[in-house]
């Protein structure tokens, strides 16, 4: 890794500033011109936007890296055989979970509106079967492929070599959350709410804790990248499903707070994170 980062251009630096320059190029001028992501036009820009952190991730690691270390790219992503059974049941279950949790504590404050909301979601997929695969492809495409070949696939392990597990964790989720930025003014996104919103603020708070146990996972499973794609998906899955209210937001917020600390705290800042930099 160190003869990685010797090299020209290897470092993290210039891949973020290309991948935002590729995402916003798309997204700013659709927020600005008030295109909806549910038109034909709004889903393309939206969809082209999303591929930045893909060909950065792609071509930083072909345009920086050896031929083995292509093979590696490629093998941490499709190497089902590198992450134990056991962390398959962290990656698929931990967000469920937790957001689970999240419904109940909002329950008795009168946040009954989630459950409503969960069950009306769940009755129309039941009614409507040949929605459940697209609604899945579309959850898949929508960030965990095309952000997770950038973010864990080339991006945490420079930033780890330099920073450390932990700082690593919170500059990666910080850049990640102002990545999103445009889309809290994309008319027809479920972030369209403004920079003024609750919602706004507890997504940037939201996205340093979520990114350490991103980052636990990712070092545990040997770096893998399929790992990070499947653990997105089911929290991007799980939060549509039942991140419907303040109450289940701000809850969920506290909770993925409460998990990254534990992470931290109960094996050691220094070594909270385990892994190798490859």
């Known amino acids: 890794m160190k003869e990685i980062l010797r090299r020209p251009f290897a470092g993290p630096m210039l891949f973020f500033i290309l991948v935002f320059c590729w995402t916003w190029a798309f997204w700013i001028p659709a927020a600005a011109s008030g295109i909806s992501a549910q038109t034909s036009l709004g889903r393309l820009l939206l969809v082209l936007g999303l591929l930045g952190p893909m060909l950065g991730g792609i071509g930083f690691t072909y345009a920086t890296r050896t031929a083995g270390d292509w093979s590696d790219y490629w093998l941490r992503v499709f190497d089902v055989g590198r992450i134990p059974a056991r962390w398959y049941a962290i990656i698929l279950l ?8 999240a419904v109940l504590l909002d329950r008795p404050s009168g946040g009954s509106d989630a459950v409503a909301q969960i069950s009306r979601t769940l009755t129309s997929f039941f009614s409507a079967p040949s929605t459940i695969a697209p609604f899945l492809l579309v959850t898949l495409i929508n960030g ?20 450390g597990a932990v700082a690593a964790s919170i500059v990666l989720g910080a850049l990640w959350a102002i990545w999103h930025l445009p ?7 479920k972030h369209d709410v403004g920079i003024r919103s609750l919602w706004f603020w507890l997504f940037v708070l939201q996205t340093i804790p979520v990114t350490i146990i991103f980052t636990w996972i990712f070092n545990n499973t040997s ?3 399929l790992g990070a794609i499947l653990f997105h998906f089911m929290t991007n899955l799980t939060a549509e499903l039942a991140n419907r209210t303040d109450g ?18 109960c094996q050691g800042v220094g070594t909270s994170i385990r892994g190798e930099h490859g």
């Open 248 to 265: 289940t937001n701000l809850y969920s917020t506290a909770l993925w707070i409460l998990a990254a600390v534990a992470v931290v705290a």
């Open 94 to 101: 931990f967000a469920p979970v937790l957001f689970t949790i």
């Open 223 to 225: 770096r893998s990248t």
């Open 144 to 163: 965990p492929i095309p952000e997770e070949l950038g973010w864990r696939g080339y991006a945490l392990d420079h930033l780890q070599a330099r920073l």
């Open 183 to 189: 889309l809290f003014f994309f008319e027809g996104m």
